[in-house]
């Protein structure tokens, strides 16, 4: 059986190749991406908050733990990518970055 390489969020990320996507492309989706996660976040903690009894210590580690699920398993991998920054825009129904440096919608 073949081993498959599997990139961690901690991996460097591989050199941008020319002409393979513009960095400032993919700074406007992380960017996007991170804040559209962070919407979400906020609004299931205090969703959370409103059923649950906890204590603001307790949705901090919790929002840590979403922030750091979402920055390895999302925003690393978009950053490691730029030559599929067009492709993952059209898939989450964002803005071309050629049309576009702003994938808000």
Same mark, same amino acid.
């Given at each position: ?7 961690? +969020? ?20 992380? +960017? ?9 976040? =906020?609004? =299931?903690?205090?969703? @959370?908050?409103?059923?649950? %009894?906890?204590?603001?210590?307790? @949705?901090?580690?919790?929002?840590? +733990? @979403? ?36 994938? %808000?919608?």
């Amino acid at each position: 059986m073949a081993q498959t390489e599997r990139v961690m +969020a901690t991996d460097p990320s591989p050199p941008c190749r020319p002409g393979a996507g513009r960095s400032d492309d993919v700074v406007a989706l992380v +960017a996007d991406v991170h804040r559209r996660c962070r919407t979400v976040i =906020e609004s =299931e903690l205090r969703r @959370l908050s409103g059923r649950v %009894s906890l204590r603001g210590d307790e @949705l901090e580690v919790i929002d840590a +733990a @979403l922030d750091d699920l979402v920055e390895e398993l999302f925003l690393a991998r978009l950053r490691s990518t730029p030559q599929d920054v067009a492709q993952v825009a059209r898939l989450l129904g964002m803005t071309s970055p050629t049309a576009s440096r702003s994938f %808000s919608r």
